[in-house]
C-alpha cells in the first residue's frame, strides 16, 4: 500500500486524523496524529504497529509545523535526536514512563512548548533537548536522569 493509499484508508475512517510522514523527513514509519493527541504507527501495508513501535526515530516529526499535541505510546523507549525539533505549534507533549532516553536537540525550537513532565524513567536527555524553547517556564526533570 502507498503512503497516499494508506492516508486516503485512515482519512475516511477517522476524518480528524493527519498524516505526519509527508511533513517529515522519516522514511521509517507512517504516523497519524489524531486531534486528540494519540499517535499511531503504521507500516506501509497499513498494519497499526503502534503498540509494537519501540522509538520514536532521528527527525520522525522534523519541522511539522501543525503539531499541537502528542502522546508517546507506552510502547515507546527512546525519542531520537531531533525527533520534534521545529514543531512550532506543540504546546502539549505527554511522555509515557516507558521512555528511557531522549535524544539529542529532540525538542529543540518548540517555541510554543510551554510545560513537560519527563516521567521517573528516564535515564538520559540529550544536550540542546530544549534549545530555543522560548515560551518553556516549567519542567520537571527527575532524579533518574543522569
Request: contains cysteine; charged residues 20%; proline residues 3%.
Given at each position: 500500500?502507498?503512503?497516499?493509499?494508506?492516508?486516503?484508508?485512515?482519512?475516511?475512517?477517522?476524518?480528524?486524523?493527519?498524516?505526519?510522514?509527508?511533513?517529515?523527513?522519516?522514511?521509517?514509519?507512517?504516523?497519524?496524529?489524531?486531534?486528540?493527541?494519540?499517535?499511531?504507527?503504521?507500516?506501509?501495508?497499513?498494519?497499526?504497529?503502534?503498540?509494537?513501535?519501540?522509538?520514536?526515530?532521528?527527525?520522525?516529526?522534523?519541522?511539522?509545523?501543525?503539531?499541537?499535541?502528542?502522546?508517546?505510546?507506552?510502547?515507546?523507549?527512546?525519542?531520537?535526536?531531533?525527533?520534534?525539533?521545529?514543531?512550532?505549534?506543540?504546546?502539549?507533549?505527554?511522555?509515557?514512563?516507558?521512555?528511557?532516553?531522549?535524544?539529542?536537540?529532540?525538542?529543540?525550537?518548540?517555541?510554543?512548548?510551554k510545560s513537560i513532565?519527563?516521567?521517573?524513567?528516564?535515564?538520559?536527555?540529550?544536550?540542546?533537548?530544549?534549545?530555543?524553547?522560548?515560551?518553556?517556564?516549567?519542567?520537571?526533570?527527575?532524579?533518574?536522569?543522569?
Open positions: 500500500m502507498s503512503p497516499f493509499e494508506l492516508k486516503m484508508k485512515l482519512d475516511l475512517a477517522d476524518d480528524k486524523a493527519r498524516f505526519v510522514k509527508e511533513h517529515s523527513m522519516s522514511s521509517v514509519m507512517n504516523v497519524i496524529v489524531t486531534d486528540d493527541g494519540h499517535t499511531h504507527f503504521f507500516d506501509d501495508d497499513g498494519n497499526d504497529i503502534t503498540e509494537h513501535a519501540i522509538s520514536i526515530e532521528d527527525y520522525t516529526f522534523y519541522n511539522y509545523k501543525s503539531l499541537t499535541s502528542i502522546v508517546i505510546p507506552d510502547s515507546v523507549t527512546s525519542i531520537g535526536k531531533w525527533a520534534f525539533s521545529q514543531c512550532m505549534s506543540l504546546t502539549n507533549i505527554f511522555i509515557s514512563d516507558s521512555v528511557a532516553h531522549i535524544r539529542y536537540c529532540a525538542f529543540s525550537h518548540c517555541i510554543s512548548l513532565v519527563i516521567p521517573d524513567y528516564v535515564k538520559s536527555i540529550g544536550d540542546s533537548t530544549f534549545f530555543n524553547c522560548i515560551s518553556l517556564t516549567s519542567i520537571s526533570i527527575p532524579d533518574s536522569v543522569t
